[in-house]
């Protein structure tokens, strides 16, 4: 249980950089419609009058744009403000986010800065601040608690009290409060009366911080449907995109028989197009002793990159993190089944061997 000192609090104010990118959380109704990102950081923070005596926060407004809208040039230019104010002292990094793609951007932010010292937290909301029963004010209060006292070091979502890992959690519920789940791994913690976390995170520690500033945008998630016509994945070959995502059933699976893409896969391979292998499903907690049983040698004549647990909007912006440092195919497989960030359980090429 994390319990901030208050004396030493009221002495000496956590310093916390909250840097907005638009969204519900800082929009505003005008004319029946909600216009995302209206207000700036510093009118969200004079809203709830108790956060000036708390916390000592230096604002920033990156954009104002709805989160539909975000594209990887916007990752990276907030990989870079907040790399730059990472050196400045501040106790952590808060980032209010629209709630549509607020999991594509952590999770990218999880490649982008490696190496952390403190917490890097996102936030939104899915009602406006301004509106009677907003879980705005609560969602920034939690954040910026979260951003100065909780012993982390990683990428966050902190939403409804809870605390995810970013590269694990994903938006589940369109309205809901409850809008985010986390897939693979328990959250790391929740905040309640206190700060609570289940030694599972990486513990704050002084590191130096790596920027990562390139990321090859031509990749595309395909999902696998019945019916799907391999010369839909054949088709990518003459197109411009340099990797995909497949969103598998189940454990991680595609057909192999009628309408098979495996070769399709293989082709795709072979032009130096890498194919990573996820699911549209959560694992499970036993999915490790169940997974190699179930996919047998389904894939062993497939050149494909099977990405275990690895969320696919984890698995896309990671590919496009990997392929902007390597082109290789046995460095690209490498990279991809490598844990950076707690995106992905390591080693299951040892357990494949170790199950048969």
């Not at 945008?217 to 990518?236: F, M, R, Y």
């Not at 179930?294 to 647990?309: K, P």
């Not at 696919?312 to 990279?335: C, D, E, G, N, Y």
Request: aromatic share 8%; glycine share 6%.
């Amino acid at each position: 249980m994390e319990k901030p000192d208050r004396a030493t609090a009221a002495e000496k104010k956590p310093r916390i950089f909250m840097v907005g990118l638009g969204g519900t959380i800082a929009a505003k109704e005008i004319s029946s419609r909600w216009i995302s990102g209206h207000y700036s950081q510093k009118e969200l923070l004079r809203m709830d009058p108790k956060i000036e005596h708390t916390f000592d926060v230096k604002t920033s407004n990156l954009f104002r744009i709805h989160s539909a809208d975000t594209q990887p040039e916007h990752w990276l230019s907030l990989a870079n403000l907040v790399y730059y104010n990472l050196e400045e002292g501040f106790d952590g990094i808060v980032v209010t986010h629209g709630t549509d793609t607020m999991h594509y951007t952590s999770a990218a932010m999880s490649f982008l800065i490696q190496n952390l010292s403190n917490p890097i937290v996102f936030t939104g909301s899915q009602i406006i601040h301004a509106k009677m029963g907003s879980d705005a004010p609560k969602n920034i209060y939690d954040s910026l608690m979260v951003a100065s006292y909780a012993d982390l070091a990683e990428v966050v979502i902190v939403f409804n009290g809870n605390i995810f890992r970013a590269n694990r959690a994903k938006k589940v519920a369109a309205a809901d409060f409850d809008a985010y789940k986390s897939s693979g791994i328990e959250p790391l913690g929740f905040v309640q009366h206190d700060i609570a976390l289940n030694g599972k995170q990486v513990r704050r520690k002084k590191r130096k911080p790596k920027l990562f500033s390139r990321l090859e945008t031509d990749v595309s998630i395909v999902e696998v449907h019945p019916g799907l016509n391999p010369k839909s994945l054949e088709a990518v070959a003459n197109s411009d995109l340099k990797g995909i995502v497949l969103r598998g059933y189940g454990l991680g699976n595609y057909p192999v028989e009628k309408n098979s893409l495996t070769p399709a896969i293989n082709s795709l391979a072979e032009s130096g197009i890498p194919v990573v292998l996820t699911t549209q499903c959560r694992m499970g907690p036993d999915w490790k002793n169940v997974f190699f049983k179930e996919i047998g040698t389904r894939y062993d004549n497939a050149n494909v990159i099977l990405g275990y647990d690895m969320r696919p909007h984890t698995a896309l912006v990671k590919l496009m993190w990997v392929l902007a440092q390597t082109s290789k195919p046995t460095q690209v497989k490498k990279m991809m089944q490598a844990n950076y960030a707690g995106e992905i359980t390591p080693n299951m090429e040892k357990y494949r061997q170790k199950k048969r």
